[in-house]
């Protein structure tokens, strides 16, 4: 600020420095409010970390129509669960209100329509304290119990801090009264800050110099001073206390939406001892755990004294795979709305491109029975396209990223994004062709990747191979019992008549299946024996890969036996599989004039009342 150092009335006079200081926060917000976020090119940021704090952006580029939403909100302690790019931290962070007040959704009380408060923790954080951790002593468990506690109360007192200065989220002196008075009762070293001091901040400062105490009392363990710990019950009394205080969270639940708690970053020893009281009933404080996983084998379901937490009792678990495999007027509309956020919010991407139905256009063909019969004709020498916004939204098994690549990967093609800034750059629909190319890299992307996985990761790829290859089979060889017309087989998803009772080498591979999302499990499904049975569906974006059809008309039906021989096996699963007669004869020449509809693909026909979609063989 200073042209000329020695000179300025704030030189020497530290009250008129101070309130120039104090202003400063004022200034950006006011600059902040007039900035528009804008992204460079639409594919920046396919990690919502990599976003940081522009939460105004954050805001921009999310759809709160995600599948599951009304389900995750309810008032149950939850698990989210969903591949990697799936948008769970996305959802976890929008969901809290510091999100939502930085993102200028919401500038007074009035703004905040939810019924709840979000309250976001990445659980990196645990992770960096305690990496090495193993063999945990009740002392240590004490230890991660304490900075847990501190951890929740730092974003608690965050939150306070961003909305204080809101319009009907102001907090009075009785509050920060209370505040002191209450954090003084667990840690008796806490000292009164001097008068004029923002207490917030003064509390914050505190939580995190006692965590770097924690911190050093476990790396050091020599003779340094042991931390007094807070007890598990210090949440629970805290959010009576907050609810009791501050009449914007008196009639409101607390969330606390815990990000990325998954194995083995989040180890079961550090899982096991926060089951201990996360997962406990909120009794009065009405508080709730909302945690967010990679799979359903990445959380570990006991507490340090070996008790099975059940589903449905201490907690509930919202799979984003297995609403994606429904296929509902929601799936698409979302995936529509996220797609088309980042083309509207891109620096560089012309108004007529902002609607990817218009850039991709439409698949060829009115029905999968369609596509099956071309792939069944093409042979191994021909060639099937699967192109267009219809079959693209098809391959999404919530792996939102992998389609946001996919897209990248069809701009790029169409001799890069650079082409989109001028009305006339490029001519829509992009040709079948490009988008047929960047469908199948993207999935032999994806099944390269596979190889890289640690310790199975050669198996896992054998696996999908073996079963892509024999559900291939299936389609050209076989004919569905379900209709009079006899369409191909056509099925990505597992049945398993008889549930197999998988131990050792067998296990941790079926889990690694799930873990990275090769295949997705759905637990409601029912066998043909009417026995719960799991479903597992094959990802969708392996559908073109193997010349498949996303229909769920049919499945490819297993016994015990068939399921360990794919786990063990693939190479002589694929020879069993392909010796099984066909039930049923190839359709004839005549037969297949016969009228295309499909309404016999039970759960796209029955459950979401949209037609079915296909591809084109056709060229540009």
Same mark, same amino acid.
């Given at each position: 600020?200073?042209?000329?150092?020695?000179?300025?009335?704030?030189v020497?006079?530290?009250?008129?420095?101070?309130?120039? /200081?104090?202003q400063?926060?004022?200034?950006?917000?006011?600059l902040?409010s007039?900035?528009k976020?804008?992204?460079?090119?639409? &594919?920046?940021?396919?990690r919502?970390?990599q976003?940081?704090?522009? &939460?105004?952006?954050?805001?921009?580029?999310?759809s709160?129509?995600?599948?599951?939403?009304s389900? %995750?909100?309810?008032?149950?302690?939850?698990?989210?669960?969903?591949?990697r790019?799936?948008?769970?931290?996305?959802?976890?962070?929008?969901?809290?209100?510091?999100?939502?007040?930085?993102?200028?959704?919401?500038?007074?009380?009035?703004?905040?329509?939810?019924? +709840?408060?979000?309250?976001?923790?990445?659980?990196?954080?645990?992770?960096?304290?305690?990496?090495? %951790?193993?063999?945990?002593?009740?002392?240590?468990?004490k230890g991660?119990?304490?900075? /847990?506690?501190?951890?929740?109360?730092?974003?608690?007192?965050?939150l306070?801090?961003?909305?204080?200065?809101?319009?009907?989220?102001?907090?009075?002196?009785?509050?920060?009264?209370?505040?002191?008075? &209450?954090?003084?009762?667990?840690?008796?070293?806490?000292?009164?800050?001097?008068?004029?001091?923002?207490i917030?901040?003064?509390?914050?400062?505190?939580?995190?110099?006692?965590?770097?105490?924690?911190r050093?009392?476990?790396?050091?363990?020599?003779?340094?001073?042991?931390p007094?710990?807070?007890?598990?019950?210090?949440?629970?009394?805290?959010?009576?206390?907050?609810?009791?205080?501050?009449?914007?969270?008196?009639?409101?639940?607390?969330?606390?939406?815990?990000?990325?708690?998954?194995l083995?970053?989040?180890?079961?020893?550090i899982?096991?001892?926060?089951?201990?009281f996360i997962?406990?009933?909120?009794?009065?404080s009405?508080?709730?755990?909302?945690?967010?996983?990679?799979?359903?084998?990445?959380?570990?379901?006991?507490?340090?004294?070996?008790?099975?937490?059940?589903?449905?009792?201490?907690?509930?678990?919202?799979?984003?795979?297995?609403?994606?495999?429904?296929?509902?007027?929601?799936?698409?509309?979302?995936?529509?709305?996220?797609i088309?956020?980042?083309?509207?919010?891109?620096?560089?991407?012309?108004?007529? +491109?902002?609607?990817?139905?218009?850039?991709?256009?439409?698949?060829?063909?009115?029905? +999968?029975?369609?596509l099956?019969?071309?792939?069944?004709?093409?042979?191994?020498?021909?060639?099937?396209?699967?192109?267009?916004?219809?079959?693209?939204?098809?391959?999404?098994?919530?792996?939102?990223?992998?389609?946001?690549?996919?897209?990248?990967?069809?701009?790029?093609?169409?001799?890069?994004?650079?082409?989109?800034?001028?009305?006339?750059?490029?001519?829509?629909?992009?040709?079948?062709?490009?988008?047929?190319?960047?469908?199948?890299?993207?999935?032999?992307? /994806?099944?390269?990747?596979?190889?890289?996985?640690?310790?199975?990761?050669?198996?896992?790829?054998?696996?999908?191979?073996?079963?892509?290859?024999?559900?291939?089979?299936?389609?050209?060889?076989?004919?569905?019992?379900?209709?009079e017309? %006899?369409?191909?087989?056509?099925?990505?998803r597992?049945?398993?008549?008889?549930?197999p009772? %998988?131990?050792?080498?067998?296990?941790?591979?079926?889990?690694?299946?799930?873990?990275?999302?090769?295949?997705?499990?759905?637990?409601?499904?029912?066998?043909q024996?009417?026995?719960?049975?799991?479903?597992?569906?094959?990802?969708?974006?392996?559908?073109?890969?193997?010349?498949?059809?996303?229909?769920?008309?049919?499945?490819?039906g297993?016994?015990?036996?068939? &399921?360990?021989?794919?786990?063990?096996?693939?190479?002589?699963?694929?020879?069993?599989?392909?010796?099984?007669?066909?039930?049923?004869?190839r359709?004839?020449?005549?037969?297949?004039?016969?009228?295309?509809?499909?309404?016999?693909?039970?759960?796209?026909?029955?459950?979401?009342?949209?037609?079915?979609?296909?591809?084109?063989?056709?060229?540009?």
């Open positions: 600020m200073e042209s000329i150092p020695t000179e300025g009335t704030f020497r006079n530290p009250r008129e420095l101070l309130q120039i /200081f104090n400063i926060p004022k200034n950006y917000s006011a902040s007039e900035r976020e804008k992204l460079s090119n639409p &594919f920046d940021y396919l919502c970390e976003i940081g704090d522009s &939460f105004e952006l954050l805001q921009l580029l999310y709160e129509n995600f599948p599951g939403y389900d %995750l909100l309810r008032r149950n302690n939850t698990f989210l669960t969903g591949p790019g799936c948008g769970k931290t996305t959802i976890f962070r929008n969901l809290s209100l510091k999100a939502q007040i930085l993102g200028n959704k919401v500038g007074k009380i009035e703004d905040y329509k939810e019924n +709840y408060v979000g309250i976001y923790y990445h659980c990196n954080d645990l992770y960096f304290a305690f990496p090495y %951790l193993s063999n945990i002593s009740d002392e240590e468990r991660i119990i304490h900075y /847990f506690n501190l951890a929740i109360l730092y974003e608690i007192l965050d306070l801090e961003i909305s204080n200065n809101k319009q009907g989220f102001e907090l009075d002196l009785h509050v920060m009264s209370e505040l002191q008075e &209450f954090i003084s009762a667990y840690l008796p070293s806490y000292q009164t800050p001097p008068l004029g001091t923002n917030i901040r003064h509390l914050m400062s505190m939580a995190g110099k006692e965590k770097q105490i924690l050093h009392w476990f790396e050091k363990r020599d003779g340094s001073q042991k007094i710990f807070l007890p598990m019950d210090f949440i629970r009394n805290l959010c009576k206390l907050l609810r009791d205080c501050i009449p914007w969270m008196t009639n409101r639940p607390i969330y606390f939406f815990l990000d990325d708690y998954s083995p970053n989040i180890s079961k020893g899982q096991e001892t926060l089951h201990d997962l406990f009933p909120s009794e009065c009405e508080y709730y755990f909302k945690l967010s996983t990679e799979s359903v084998v990445s959380f570990y379901p006991y507490n340090s004294k070996g008790k099975l937490m059940e589903e449905g009792r201490e907690y509930v678990v919202v799979d984003l795979g297995y609403f994606f495999s429904l296929r509902t007027g929601q799936v698409e509309n979302f995936l529509l709305e996220v088309n956020n980042r083309l509207r919010n891109s620096d560089n991407i012309d108004k007529k +491109y902002h609607d990817i139905r218009e850039v991709l256009g439409s698949g060829h063909y009115n029905s +999968y029975i369609q099956a019969l071309e792939i069944r004709e093409k042979g191994a020498g021909g060639r099937v396209y699967y192109y267009g916004y219809d079959i693209i939204t098809q391959l999404c098994s919530g792996d939102v990223a992998h389609i946001l690549g996919l897209i990248k990967r069809i701009f790029e093609l169409s001799e890069g994004p650079g082409n989109f800034t001028e009305a006339g750059g490029i001519d829509l629909p992009i040709g079948s062709r490009i988008q047929d190319q960047a469908v199948r890299e993207t999935g032999s992307d /994806f099944l390269n990747k596979i190889e890289s996985i640690p310790k199975y990761g050669h198996d896992l790829r054998k696996i999908a191979d073996a079963f892509g290859d024999v559900a291939h089979w299936y389609l050209k060889n076989r004919n569905s019992k379900n209709q017309q %006899l369409p191909p087989w056509q099925a990505f597992i049945e398993i008549r008889d549930t009772d %998988l131990k050792d080498k067998h296990l941790e591979i079926y889990n690694e299946l799930l873990h990275y999302g090769i295949f997705f499990r759905d637990i409601r499904g029912k066998s024996r009417g026995a719960v049975a799991p479903r597992l569906y094959l990802r969708r974006l392996l559908i073109p890969t193997f010349l498949l059809t996303p229909s769920k008309r049919d499945n490819i297993l016994n015990k036996d068939e &399921f360990l021989q794919l786990l063990e096996d693939p190479e002589e699963f694929k020879k069993i599989m392909k010796k099984k007669k066909p039930r049923r004869k359709l004839q020449p005549d037969e297949k004039q016969k009228r295309l509809h499909d309404p016999s693909d039970e759960e796209n026909n029955n459950q979401i009342g949209i037609k079915e979609i296909g591809v084109g063989s056709k060229g540009d």
